[in-house]
């Protein structure tokens, strides 16, 4: 179980990191961002630090979940693989879009998300 942890504590990193990536090659604008609390963050401290930003505290919050999940026991481990390996897929998802143009069912799902919480707001 712990060699799992780790498998999904490296993915969550690279896939996060595919994400950052496509994201700093695909927006030219901080507007383009469909998230719109990372777009807030974006206008106001820039892009490439809010990209940045987010995957240091992405990485903080998962090497600290990991560890956690590594000394509570089984049930926090295999709820970290569950959770993780979800995280994963949608991070991997939107890379996928960010790279390809191609919408996923997956990616969609999160536009409507972003859209709703922007209504929210305003």
Known sequence: ???????????LIITKLLDVLSTLRL???????TNPIARRLMLRFGMKGTV????????????T?????????????????LVGSFIS?????VAYTNWTGADTFITRTIRKLHSSLSQIRN
């Open 65 to 81: 979940s990991g560890v956690i999940a590594l000394y509570e026991g089984v049930v926090y481990q295999v709820a970290f693989i």
């Open 89 to 93: 897929v949608i991070q991997f998802a």
């Open 52 to 63: 940045w930003l987010i995957f240091i505290v992405a990485i903080i919050l998962v090497a």
């Open 1 to 11: 179980m712990t060699t799992v942890v780790f498998f999904v504590i490296g993915f």
């Open 27 to 33: 927006l030219r604008d901080p507007m383009m961002e």
